[in-house]
């Protein structure tokens, strides 16, 4: 039974049907015991019902913006964190909610308290969820299928998460295929890592003949594809790849989004401020801020607003990025670039018209000079305006290849809706208190290529 696919998705169902309701018997307690006895009108039974779904969705939509459900594919930690983030959320509205049906601000030491129970309940689902997603779903075994490109850098990625996968041979692309297809039957599944389109098709034609499961690294062309219309004006299918940008109406309310979001910014851009100022002021006495040339939509170039993060006079040898343990970073710096708080004063950039609150990371002109030395196609993330967030900054990190950062700004730009907008604002949340994504370059590399040995 437990090889059931019907099986396995049933019990995951039912895990996540769980800690749904536990968490909203929580509130349920604390709703009944502290708030529901002091509300100006009486509650009737259709009342209480209402207010316990409208916690029941508020925790699922706030818990699948951050993944708090995403078992199998978060690690324990991170599953952890997404779902008090998605709690956060939660009793906070709840707490805003109730003070309405108060007609006043409520005492909120209980939903401090009903906070404690989240958690604890968190702790302990999670650890259970996980061993279960385990039992059913061990490590998959993969062979890893290359070719000429070194697949070192993704089998590193891979190897991150040996609760999810192991590599347990590899092989290359050109070798004979009734080799090949042998090696392929052994295995669960496939890893095919950048191998040429006309091999890799046959391939996955093969596995997909043999119910072998394949994972495979997106080219350029493959995310274009993706994003593509299927045009039915005769009987043989058509695919459309159509040249993106935003349209008239998508850019008008993206703008307006902008302006709310950045003025909104301001607030907490201030007060960073003055603590930064009195940070400097104690440390270094250098500026406050400092301005550096980026490029935006169309390759156009602007003067990006950031807090001063490293030393003064930090790049005399010439333009790179930070790397570990980078001794050019001031102390109030490692604060600001390990919560993303130094890019903040970028929300004047925004208000100006110069950048987004979505989009591309916006690189310096030298460094994206360079990426396109290698990759060509690096300028196709210009198609729109870059970003204080966005996709590759969250679900990407600082050291990210450019060709992996490529990949998935172009996947944000060929399937742009608001929602993606809203979704990625709200998971920068999650990634300002993420280590890992900030984490720099190697020491001896002035920009995101790794360099061959």
Known sequence: MK?????????????????????????????????????TREFFFRGHMVLLFVYALLFTLFGNVY???????????????????????????MYLQISMLSLELVNPAPLIGMSFDNILCCLVWCGIAMAVYKWLYPPRELLLIYSDRDPDNLVKKIETRQDKYNIKDSIHCDTEDSKLKD????????LLCDIPSGRRNAIIKFCYMHNKRAYITPKLSDIIIIGSEQNNLFDSPLLVTKIRGLKWEQATVKRLLDIVIALILCVPTIIITIL??????IWDRGPIFYTQPRLTKDGKVFKILK?????????????????????RVTKVGKVLRATHLDELPQVFNILAGQMSVVGPRPERPEIAKEYEESIPEFCFRLK??????????????????????????????????VWTDIQ??????????????????NENQKTAIIEKK
Not at 3 to 29: D, E, G
Not at 427 to 432: A, E, N, R, S
């Open 3 to 39: 090889q059931s696919r019907a099986f396995r998705r049933i019990i995951v169902l039912l895990l996540l049907a769980i800690v749904i309701t536990v968490q909203t018997m929580i509130f349920w307690y604390f709703w009944n015991h502290h708030y529901s006895e002091g509300m």
């Open 67 to 93: 993944g708090a459900f995403k078992l199998g594919r978060l690690q324990y930690s991170n599953l952890v964190f997404s779902q008090l983030l998605a709690l956060l959320f939660t009793n906070f509205i």
């Open 183 to 190: 090696a392929i039957l052994k295995h669960q599944a496939v």
């Open 276 to 281: 930064v100022a009195i940070g400097d002021l």
């Open 307 to 327: 807090f001063r993060s490293m030393k003064v006079n930090s790049e005399t040898e010439g333009a790179r990025l930070a790397s570990k343990n980078d001794s």
């Open 384 to 417: 729109v305006k870059a970003g204080l967030t966005g996709y590759a900054q969250v679900y990407g990190k600082y050291n990210t290849t450019p060709y992996d950062k490529l990949k998935l700004d172009l996947y944000y730009i060929q399937h742009y809706k």
């Open 424 to 441: 990625l604002i709200l998971m920068t949340f999650k990634i300002m208190f993420i280590k890992e994504n900030t984490e720099g370059v």
